[in-house]
């Protein structure tokens, strides 16, 4: 193991220390001995031990060698998978930049709040606009879509 370790904050070390178990626990359901585990996974007893107690020293690779040993190595996979903090930044930043790209394709002209809130019903599709099973429309049905918000809008506005 590592002489200096990171500096975790105490929720972070209780993550380690629960991995850790889950992996002694893994291990026990398997009737795996440590001393079986440790060489199979090409380390010491030691830093087993280090790693089923959540040790913040013992590297990520020592984590994933058990992980492979006790079968579990594509659990890794789904860190940071679905990331919804991630994706809602993404998404502020993809909104402010595409409401600044709207009012300079737009102009001066400004489109009232209340209409932005309130979605037109969606026109019935053609024949042969809508493949069934798929998330799939014809180009004529999107661009109907988009024409038809702004005449319903100029309407009102008269």
Known sequence: MAKKTAH??????ALLLRLGGRLRLARLRRKLT???VAERAGMAPMTL???E???AGVTMGAY???????????????????DPQGRDLQDARLGSSARRSAKAKMG??????????SVPPVPEAPEGAWIPGEDFASSERLARLLTEPTSSLQKRRR
Not at 8 to 13: A, F, I, K, Q
Not at 108 to 117: D, E, F, I, K, L
Request: aromatic share 0%; net charge positive; charged share 25%.
């Open 8 to 13: 975790l904050l105490p929720s972070t070390e």
């Open 34 to 36: 440590a001393k079986q």
């Open 49 to 51: 031990r280090g790693l």
């Open 53 to 55: 107690r959540g040790g």
């Open 64 to 82: 994933l060698s058990v992980m492979q040993v006790l079968g579990v190595e594509k659990d890794i996979d789904l860190i940071a998978k679905i």
């Open 108 to 117: 001066s002209a400004t489109v009232p709040p209340s209409a932005s809130r």
